[in-house]
């Protein structure tokens, strides 16, 4: 019985992962246009709905891919898988007007088991970036010579994602303190193309623009956290994250027909392109198995991370995060008692220039519930989050995203008596 789940998940894992890497894009936001497009926390359902909080967790019945110290909390006879998908509704409002959008994708694949005693692993497909935006801007052009105007249209058009394989060790030592690293591979392109075309007029030709980058590159996040129970029903963890800058390999190319004829690969990609270095602390507390409140901190070095060769044409992305979880009574036989109830709260800075200017700050508010499963510590999680991009004066993107994932949670060399 356990074997043929466990095909049933590889097998479903396999198709996921394929839809993952060929058709990644859930976004259509303008704003995706900028640098590496929209970037991934890489935050499971349930970090979600709790604004986002995961460097100081640690739970047995979830994967944590932020902080690889989390995975020594793995049982030593249990497997999981955790597939996330989600469904996004955008408002965009600008002065001119408004636009509505709905996406939907596969978010994440993730999987964790236990090589030996005090030691887990976990693996799995995360989105780094995404892109995908498509919009246009019609205006004229006042002339001194016959037609006194000329009508044009400016279209722009994104598409592409990066996304990255990880693998990841977590050793525990003396049950208070948990070490681990992930190694990512990453990969993908990311495609930006301007046109330009002109409506009443054959004296004007049309120019069309399309950068393209394509990565390939290899990088590591090393965790920490340190727990400890007081008086039986306190525990009180502390997390870290850290991440050196990395290059980041690949091509980058650019195509321009109208004004000139031109095709660059541009070779010195690696010298010119990097990852930031990534510090983040996580503070977090639980009371009886019942209660979990906490909070994050994580600051990404964009501003020192080379972007097309300097270190000037981004800006440091910090994020803070708030986030509770509530569970009525965990051992009682009343389901209404073992469902989790959870609250966040996050805002982030923008990693990227507007128009030359900085952006106001984002933020995001969540809410979402477990559902517990029959027979197994899985849950079914349910997350609602509402968040607001830009500003109203330049163009503000209110959104509504729903994320569901159920984390398939199977017994490991545990024969069932008949």
Do not use: C
Not at 363 to 384: E, M
């Amino acid at each position: 019985m356990y074997k043929n789940r466990f095909l049933f998940i590889l097998i479903f894992g396999l198709i996921m992962t394929f839809q993952f890497v060929s058709g990644q894009n859930n976004t259509n936001s303008p704003y995706t246009r900028f640098a590496y497009g929209e970037l991934s926390d890489n935050n499971s359902g349930e970090q979600r709905a709790m604004g986002g909080l995961s460097i100081g967790l640690r739970d047995k019945a979830s994967i944590n891919t932020v902080n690889p110290a989390s995975y020594s909390t793995v049982d030593s006879l249990t497997f999981m898988f955790d597939i996330g998908v989600s469904v996004l509704g955008s408002r965009f409002t600008e002065p001119a007007g408004n636009k509505t959008s709905l996406t939907s994708n596969l978010e994440y694949i993730t999987l964790q088991f236990p090589l030996a005693k005090n030691m887990g692993f976990s693996a799995g497909l995360l989105p780094y970036s995404f892109s995908g935006y498509n919009f246009y801007n019609n205006d004229t052009l006042n002339l001194d010579i016959y037609p006194d105007t000329v009508s044009y249209t400016e279209s722009y058009y994104g598409s592409g994602s990066i996304s990255q394989i990880y693998a990841g060790l977590s050793y525990n030592f003396f049950n208070h303190l948990s070490v681990g690293v992930n190694a990512y591979y990453m990969f993908g392109s990311v495609l930006n193309v301007k046109d330009l075309s002109f409506s009443n007029t054959t004296d004007f030709h049309e120019t069309y623009q399309s950068k393209e980058m394509e990565v390939s590159n290899f990088r590591f996040r090393y965790g920490l956290q340190f727990y400890n129970t007081f008086a039986k029903k306190h525990t009180l963890t502390l997390g870290a994250i850290y991440e050196p800058k990395a290059k980041l390999n690949g091509t980058y190319s650019e195509y321009t027909s109208g004004v000139l004829l031109e095709y660059t690969p541009d070779s010195t990609f690696n010298n010119n392109f990097e990852t930031p270095e990534i510090f983040g602390l996580g503070l977090n507390y639980s009371y009886n198995n019942s209660l979990n409140i906490g909070i994050d901190y994580s600051l990404q070095k964009w501003g020192d991370a080379l972007y097309f060769g300097k270190t000037d044409s981004l800006n440091n992305r910090s994020k803070i995060s708030l986030g509770a979880e509530y569970v009525p009574n965990p051992m009682s036989r009343k389901y209404s008692d073992r469902i989790h109830y959870r609250v966040g709260f996050n805002t982030t800075d923008p990693y990227y220039n507007v128009n030359g200017n900085t952006s106001n700050k984002n933020f995001g508010i969540s809410f979402g519930i477990g559902l517990p499963l029959r027979g197994t510590p899985a849950l079914v999680n349910a997350t609602f989050e509402y968040g607001k991009v830009g500003s109203s004066s330049m163009l503000r993107e209110d959104y509504m995203r729903f994320t569901l994932n159920v984390p398939f949670i199977e017994s490991w060399f545990f024969k069932q008596k008949l």
